[in-house]
Nanobody, 120 residues
Framework: QVQLVESGVGLVQPGGSLRLSCVAL????????MGWDRQVPGKQRELVAQ???????DYVDSVKGRFTISRDNTKNTVYLQMTSLKPEDTAVYYC??????????????WGQGTQVTVSS
């Protein structure tokens, strides 16, 4: 019922900027919490940022002040604007949409994943 399609450039130099986009194809986008997670091989997937339809945001401490999540409900799109990128930000980034509690999700959808590499 809901499909998430990600887009964005995969390679950037340290200190650079990058924007990821995620378009949702579905009828209940506006009711979902939208966010971005990332995962490094051998490590647990972590929440990077999320935003409710009402504009409440949450960020992992390591990206606060550098990443900004935004949401355009008219376009059914969520963005992750990343600035001052560090090599430690290298990971696969997944767009996520869910309804319900974070630990008891009624609906839970994921994008295909985008490899972001921060390197000189």
């Amino acid at each position: 019922q809901v499909q998430l399609v990600e887009s964005g450039v995969g390679l950037v130099q340290p200190g650079g900027s990058l924007r990821l986009s995620c378009v949702a194809l579905g009828s209940i986008w506006r009711w979902y919490v939208m966010g971005w997670d990332r995962q490094v091989p051998g490590k647990q997937r972590e929440l990077v940022a999320q935003r409710t339809s009402g504009g409440i945001t949450d960020y992992v401490d390591s990206v606060k002040g550098r990443f900004t999540i935004s949401r355009d409900n008219t376009k059914n799109t969520v963005y992750l604007q990343m600035t001052s990128l560090k090599p430690e930000d290298t990971a696969v980034y997944y767009c996520n949409a869910y309804y319900g509690g974070s630990s008891s999700r009624i609906y839970d959808y994921w994008g295909q994943g985008t490899q972001v590499t921060v390197s000189s």
